[in-house]
Nanobody, 126 residues
Framework: VQLQASGGGLVQAGGSLRLSCVASGFRLHDYAIGWFRQAPGKEREGVSCISSGGGTTYYSKSVKGRFTISRDNAKNTVYLQMNSLKPEDTAVYYC????????????????????WGQGTEVTVSS
């Protein structure tokens, strides 16, 4: 069972990045997927979450309107499109899988997730 996050990098403020989270070893369509981030010296915070079928999404207030989460279950992949990036978006981004099929009521706490990827680093320069 593995989640592989990728797509991070260095970008100027106002720029865009698309993160990918590829699952292997399990059926992605049985899981809701969340993106979390952790900046140096700060706790891990939820960024976005998408239900197993893609019909429900959640975003944190800090990224709503700028980030878009989507998924392609046929490719076992979840994406996080990040636009209008700000220096405060700088962090290591992690994807996590939580075994919930269908409707999700929130982004859920990090402790509730079943699997995690290794993280991909995003740095936004001012």
């Amino acid at each position: 069972v593995q989640l592989q996050a990728s797509g991070g990098g260095l970008v100027q403020a106002g720029g865009s990045l698309r993160l990918s989270c590829v699952a292997s070893g399990f059926r992605l369509h049985d899981y809701a997927i969340g993106w979390f981030r952790q900046a140096p010296g700060k706790e891990r915070e939820g960024v976005s979450c998408i239900s197993s079928g893609g019909g429900t999404t959640y975003y944190s207030k800090s990224v709503k309107g700028r980030f878009t989460i989507s998924r392609d279950n046929a490719k076992n992949t979840v994406y996080l499109q990040m636009n209008s990036l700000k220096p405060e978006d700088t962090a290591v981004y992690y994807c996590g899988a939580i075994q919930i099929r269908g409707y999700i009521s929130s982004m859920y706490e990090a402790s509730e997730y079943d699997y995690w990827g290794q993280g991909t680093e995003v740095t936004v320069s001012s």
